[in-house]
């Protein structure tokens, strides 16, 4: 577990917005692509992607639909909603605000402060 | 919600013994990557429902729950609430009719008679009909504004109850009505 990413919290949100908005998925889909595209570290436990995903539908950034999944069994289908979509867009932004500020605070040398 | 669960746990369980686990490794192994079960099925719970709204509802369960396992003590209940309720909705009913037939403009006030019912506000009826008689109806008696509740009094206690043996001749309190002044008969 050495090399197991600290997920910041409120960042689950993002990771599964994103990962939602490259196309519909199960709760399982789900946490493999994040796995996928974060290179396999695996960043959360995994039953907790479902209260945060229940917490997602109630806001409306995602639908939830039932269908079949590849081992023939009921399972939820997620998909992004415009409303989804635009805190996808709000997430990603305020993202890289706070990483271009902590990088710079980072990188800043003695001198220049 | 537990159905989702499966599924996931068995898509998992898959996967890791395509990794080469055996089935029993696999299962075991998907079930404590994923966590706790309880926990988060009641955290997905809270997720849709919200703290009160959770609470109440598990209370609700627990109540039913408790109404299964003592079915004798259920039954009883049930009875009783179906005969008093029906009771009362009958009873009513049967009063109305006569009122009615006195008093047209009051009998807009009062539930119609079951004749003209149809099935949901006969439910709406009983319910009307319970709280009616215990809270808002005189009492049925024809004329009970004619009513009177006789009290006697002296120095000492200025309204007492009267026992029927006082009550009879040779005091006649047939004046009473225009002598004192009487309660008239509410519910007491």
Known sequence: MANQAQLLPGTLVLLILK?????????YGILLRIGQISGDASVIEQGALYPALFRLVRH???????GTSDNNRRAKFYQLTTTGRKRLREE?????????????????????? | MNEEFRCHLQLRAHDLERQG???AQAERRARIEFGGLDRYTEECREALAGRLLRELLADVRYGLRQLRRNPGFTAVALATLTLGIGANTAIRG??????????????????????QRERPSE???????????VLLRPLPFPQPEQLVAVRES?????????????YLPPCPPIAAP????PTPAHRQ
């Open chain 2, 123 to 133: 439910m709406w009826r009983a319910i009307f009909s319970a709280v009616d008689a």
């Open chain 2, 94 to 115: 049967r009063l109305e009719a006569p009122r009615a037939e006195r008093a047209p403009a009051a009998a807009s006030r009062s539930p119609p008679t079951s004749d």
């Open chain 1, 19 to 27: 990962a939602v908005s490259l196309g519909s998925l199960h709760g």
């Open chain 1, 60 to 66: 409306g950034f995602l639908t939830a639909d039932w």
């Open chain 2, 154 to 166: 002296d120095r000492q206690f200025p309204s007492m109850s009267v026992s029927y043996p006082d």
């Open chain 1, 92 to 113: 990603v932004a305020s993202w890289n605000r706070l990483t271009a500020a902590i990088g710079a605070v980072l990188s800043a040398e003695p001198e220049e402060v």
């Open chain 2, 21 to 23: 686990l055996t089935r």
């Open chain 2, 178 to 181: 225009a002598v004192s002044s």
